[in-house]
């Protein structure tokens, strides 16, 4: 482990030559872009999802019983690639791990921060292996949609919340092809013109899960979505002050129709929203990605945190080129304190999208970032 602050520093600076090696970059090749860009100086892989006990996963509008989130960083270190150590800080990874409780109504949260190095704390180019010593996400082949070029990823992680030991270990099986955000696969970020990230997601993946709780083992199923994401910049840059971003507001919803939902917004500090988007698959693979005039995200309700005093919206009316829903969260108390890795505290949680007359359409994960101070990795 190595101090925080000094590690991620490189995260914080703007633009710079990897932005020459994106806007030139090839159409995206998998299995390759499944793997790590470590020429970019910020990457994540982010893996949540709504799992239900097996008495309700054959209903699936049944309130789920846990909603997790398995997330790794992956940032250009300090060190120059040249560096002679094998233990240089040449790549950081950070890696978050969450649990939701939806029935007891409590959230566990574990953070991990550690310099690259094989073996122990990886990202592999190639294909999807990132690593945390038992902390892992890959994918695999032989899964059940091989034929049809569909990807199977296992995942494992283990957590301590205080006085609470927690696991799951996870089988994925996507159903429908990768999804390629934005322009085939570059999603613009805001008006400028290096505002932007490649941005692809594994949508409507079906899963089976072991829980590890309290010393007990427990079968869950349910259903997951997986975001990749690869830029030079967190927020994007800008031409002035007032047109800087501070935080965002991202859902990424799978519709029990067959169809995904990515909805997101990034704000200034008054509040405004700089840029917006989102996309929205049906069932049958038709794409509708919106341009930032189509999409309004509406807050409904707000929760204030005894810990941060942040004020989260966790009700929303989404209005979009897909219908107009409402998003709400399945537990208030979803904050996510770490510090201890990131610098930050954001709300990341189980939430549920309806008609607005109440009538259910989905589940997914809502997160928000920027309302306990400036979203940031240093």
Known sequence: MIP???????????????????SKAPGLQFPRDFGAHPQTRLEWWYLTGILHTPSDAGRPDARPAFGYQLTFFRVLGPAPADHPSALAARQVLIGHVALSDLRQGRLVHDQR???????????????????MRDWWLRREAGGDGDAAGLSRYRARFQGQSPGQAFGLDLTLQCTQPVLLQGERGLSRKGPGKYQ?????????MRTQATLRWGGQAQPLQ????????????????????????VGWDWAGLNLLDGSALTVFRLRRADGSVLWSGGSWRN???????F??????????RHWRSPSSSASYPVEWLIRCPAGTFKLSALLD?????????????????AARLTQPSGEGLGWGYLEMTGYAGRMRLV
Request: proline letters at 5%; aromatic letters at 8%; glycine letters at 10%.
């Open 4 to 22: 925080r602050r000094s590690v991620l520093a490189s995260a914080a600076v703007l633009g710079g030559p990897g932005w020459a090696w994106a």
């Open 113 to 131: 921060l550690a310099r690259a190095y094989p073996g122990v704390a990886q990202a592999q180019e190639g294909d999807c292996h990132v690593q």
């Open 196 to 204: 932007f990230s490649h941005y692809t997601s594994q949508v409507q």
């Open 222 to 245: 349910g259903m997951s979505w997986l975001d990749q994401e690869w830029s030079d910049q967190l927020l994007g840059s800008a031409s002035a002050p007032q047109d800087e971003a």
């Open 283 to 289: 069932a049958q693979g038709v794409l509708r990605n």
């Open 291 to 300: 341009a930032p005039n189509e999409l309004s995200m509406q807050p409904l």
């Open 333 to 349: 108390a979803q904050e996510i304190d770490a510090r201890l890795s990131t610098g930050m505290r954001y709300w990341e949680g």
